[in-house]
């Protein structure tokens, strides 16, 4: 009898078994994992459920699925690859390099260099900013908001040079003494001065591009390592003579020499993709790293 | 006079009242004693950075223990203990008007059981109330012993145990047998030293600099199918320790210092177990005797008393985060410049079943050497350990699960002996295999050496004491020599060091069974002390 009883009692306490995780799930009730965007983030041919079990194909990138929202925080490198021409005709390709802080639910870029090449010289047009300009440039940081998920989504981003934050979306202004005009660099001269080389000379300048970025391919798992995703352009007001579109916006508000008050038109090369991409840095990297090394950090 | 002291008075007198009349003291038995304690920490290094050489005990106790039996058949036994913990506890001027302040005690109740024999039949006995049980033959080191939680809130005494109401029936059927059925209607779980904290807690430097938190008992192997971007295995741990060094900027990469990650309110939750009659603990034993040996058959039902990890959250807000709500686990005032990290821990008293068998025996053809030993096989409960990670408020990595205690039963057993070799000198020497707060959980069961010799002399009179215990698979210790000095009849006097050998750092801060047993700062501190007893 006393046998049976204890018989009884082991066999009453098999099976015994507390669970960790339901309960951290009774507290904490999760999000439904449609509402998180692992699958659009992650390369994965490989679901792995919570037993360990794995009931895909072969293993890819990333391949705990599920709900997971991968983090951007930390010090990226932003460049935005603009494919245009130049007079409607040459083209060129306009490269914005920024360092990119991700923090809480933004990103915010700061500017640090503008590299124009040309695929066929055309002669005339090329420019280039100082060093105090870029920085000028580089201390009003742009600011694309992520989405709940901590995700970048389709966003619009609108960058101004020498014009108030406040006129950013009204049309440029036509003549320096605009309440919209900021001497941005603060040389005394309105807007933002561009050196151009031929014809040799000073053009005070203001200008406007509207990048629209399209939601990227994205690598990493718990950490977002890359991002690329294709740009496309919105110009708020777009006067000058491209067929298509123009790339950016940009009127002239003075300059040493009366050839150089016309900007010349920069539009839409429609063949040629132009892209956004982010690439993960350490905490410790620099504007002055980044102009050493985007070409191959980005492989451009 | 706090209202638990009038109560004991009252008990006590009642008894003493019951007793009147027929020489009543002969009926009462008035034992206890009186002790002061106090210790000195005389390191600095097992603590909060910087924290020793200070004292850490200044405490007095007054034990007082009344037995009383009214009549041949029944006995009253109350003992009660007042301590007076010798630390000012006052802050205020307010709190300066508060002797409970200035000078706080306790009162505790001990023991306070009745007990009847011959109830219903001569060779029953009934015993009822609040009392400590004592199983097991061999000498502290008791995996049979499960009735009572033990009270390790003095790290010194290892003795010690949390009484619990409970009702106990004894029968002798014969003369070699003895039968015993316990019943524990609420589970208490055991004390824990002050340093028992630092199995959970956050540290750091000198400049406020976080350096390590509490390791987790996840898995250090990858599970099937779970790899990296590369296509390499990966484990749990290995994906909390690449979420913690990517997610948290500012770590230094050789030191794993950061001075920009704070640990605001660390928690750690006890999940106790409903007041149900199914979470209540009862026990069964027959006791032999066979000549100089005897041996008992146990069965135990109930919780294993130590905490063992159940639970946990890490609830990160990032720097610039949203601090207007907080934590997502609790509203938290937090530092906008820093990561901050919630984090909650839970443990839990996992159910239990225990099959035991103890024997003692006194070999008079080998010297009358002293043998005993105890084997338990323990059939647990399982413990499935969950750890979620949020950055504001949602899941950054896969939920994980592990298996913190598996459903495998296991064995707990102590082997050891005594010997008195000469009026002088006498040996105790065990090989106990799973300590008091091991339930093979991702720690493990471990492997012991425990020792202690005594000298005696002047006949008695002066006692040099030195015990150790030794770690077998982490080679950790404790030393503790003592002297005590019988400087008049009942008045004890002595002295000694409580000394802790073993690295006090994880040997992988991601692999929870790296922790050194004794060497680990939840262990204690190095302790020297000075004690004095009078017993009646």
């Not at chain 2, 069965?299 to 159940?310: D, E, K």
Request: proline share 6%; charged share 25%.
């Amino acid at each position: 009898m006393r046998y049976c009883l204890f018989l009884a009692f082991v066999v009453y306490g098999c099976g015994w078994e507390s669970d960790g995780l339901a309960r951290l799930d009774d507290l904490y009730p999760r999000e439904i994992a449609a509402d998180i965007v692992a699958e659009e983030l992650l390369e994965t041919d490989t679901i792995v459920d919570q037993a360990g079990d794995v009931t895909g194909d072969e293993p890819g990138v990333g391949d705990i699925e599920g709900e997971i929202a991968p983090i951007m925080t930390g010090t990226w490198a932003f460049v935005a690859e603009q494919h245009g021409l130049l007079f409607d005709l040459y083209r060129m390709t306009i490269n914005d390099l920024f360092i990119a802080s991700v923090t809480g639910n933004q990103i915010s870029l700061s500017f640090c260099k503008q590299d124009v090449t040309f695929q066929d010289d055309p002669g005339v047009g090329n420019s280039y900013l100082d060093e105090k300009t870029v920085a000028s440039l580089g201390e009003t940081s742009i600011i694309i908001p992520l989405s709940n998920k901590g995700t970048i989504e389709e966003t619009t981003v609108i960058w101004t040079w020498g014009i108030n934050p406040e006129y950013k979306n009204c049309p440029l202004p036509a003549s320096a003494d605009e309440k919209a005009v900021w001497d941005q660099d603060e040389d005394g001269k309105p807007g933002v001065t561009v050196h151009v080389e031929d014809p040799k000379g000073d053009r005070y300048m203001v200008r406007r591009v509207e990048w629209r970025l399209e939601t990227g391919e994205q690598v990493g798992d718990i950490q977002m390592e890359s991002l690329d995703g294709t740009l496309q352009f919105e110009p708020v007001d777009c006067t000058d003579p491209c067929k298509t579109k123009c790339l950016v916006e940009q009127v002239a508000l003075g300059a040493t020499n009366s050839l150089l008050m016309t900007a010349a038109p920069i539009c839409v090369d429609q063949d040629t993709p132009s892209y956004w991409r982010m690439r993960k840095l350490s905490e410790s990297y620099d504007c002055k790293k980044l102009k050493e090394e985007w070409k191959t950090l980005f492989n451009l | 006079m706090r209202i638990s002291t009038v109560m004991t008075i009252a008990v006590v007198g009642c008894f003493a009242v019951e007793a009147k009349g027929e020489e009543w003291w002969e009926k009462v038995e008035f034992t206890g004693f009186l002790s002061s304690d106090l210790r000195y920490i005389v390191e600095n290094w097992r603590g909060a950075y910087g924290d020793g050489y200070r004292f850490e005990m200044n405490r007095n106790d007054l034990d007082l223990r009344f037995k009383v039996e009214p009549s041949e058949r029944v006995k009253g036994v109350v003992e009660t203990r007042f301590r007076f913990f010798g630390f000012n506890n006052a802050s205020d001027i307010p709190s300066l008007s508060d002797r409970a302040k200035v000078d706080p005690f306790d009162v505790r109740l001990e023991e306070a059981y009745l007990e009847v024999h011959g109830l219903l039949w001569d060779k029953l006995d009934l015993k009822a109330g609040r009392m400590i049980q004592n199983w097991g033959a061999a000498d502290m080191f008791n995996p049979t012993d499960n009735l009572n939680s033990r009270d390790f809130s003095d790290p010194l005494d290892y003795s010690a145990k949390v009484p619990n109401q409970m009702i106990e029936i004894d029968l002798y059927p014969t003369d070699w047998l003895q039968l015993t059925a316990v019943w524990v209607p609420l589970f208490k779980p055991s004390m824990l030293p002050p340093s028992a904290s630092w199995g959970f807690a956050v540290e750091y430097d000198e400049n406020g600099c976080f350096m390590s938190a509490p390791t987790p008992p996840i898995d250090t192997e990858p599970h099937p199918g779970q790899v990296d971007e590369n296509g390499n295995p990966i484990s749990d741990a290995q994906i909390l320790g690449k979420l913690f060094s990517t997610m948290v900027p500012g770590t230094d990469p050789v030191t794993g210092r950061n001075c920009k990650l704070v640990f605001p309110k660390t928690e750690v939750r006890t999940v106790e177990p409903e007041w149900s009659l199914a979470n209540s603990q009862a026990a069964i034993r027959a006791k032999f005797r066979a000549g100089d040996f005897d041996f008992a058959l146990s069965y135990y039902y109930g919780r294993f008393s130590f905490p063992v990890a159940y639970t946990a959250i890490a609830d990160v807000v990032l720097p610039g985060g949203k601090s207007a709500t907080g934590f997502s686990t609790d509203p938290v005032t937090i530092d906008p410049k820093k990561t901050n990290v919630k984090y909650i821990a839970e443990v839990t008293y996992p159910r239990m079943q225990v099959v035991g068998f103890d024997f003692s025996y006194t070999a008079e053809w080998l010297y009358d050497v002293g043998f005993v030993g105890e084997l338990a096989v323990i059939f647990p409960e399982q413990i499935n350990f969950g750890l979620r990670a949020l950055v504001g408020g949602r899941d950054v990595i896969e939920p994980m699960r592990s298996i913190n205690v598996p459903s495998t039963p296991f064995v707990k057993a102590t082997a050891g002996f005594d010997y008195t070799f000469t009026s002088w000198l006498y040996l105790n020497a065990m090989y106990v295999r799973g300590f008091f707060d091991e339930f093979n959980d991702k720690y493990g069961i471990h492997n012991y050496f425990v020792a202690a010799t005594e000298l005696k002399f002047f006949e008695d009179e002066l006692v040099i004491r030195l015990a150790t215990a030794l770690n077998c698979d982490d080679l950790s210790a404790n030393l503790f020599p003592q002297i005590t000095w019988i400087a008049a009849p009942s008045v004890e006097l002595q002295t000694g060091l409580f000394w802790l050998f073993g690295p006090t750092e994880m040997g992988d801060p991601l692999d929870y069974s790296t922790r050194s047993k004794f060497g680990h700062k939840a262990a204690g501190r190095n302790v020297a002390f000075v004690k004095a007893k009078l017993t009646w």
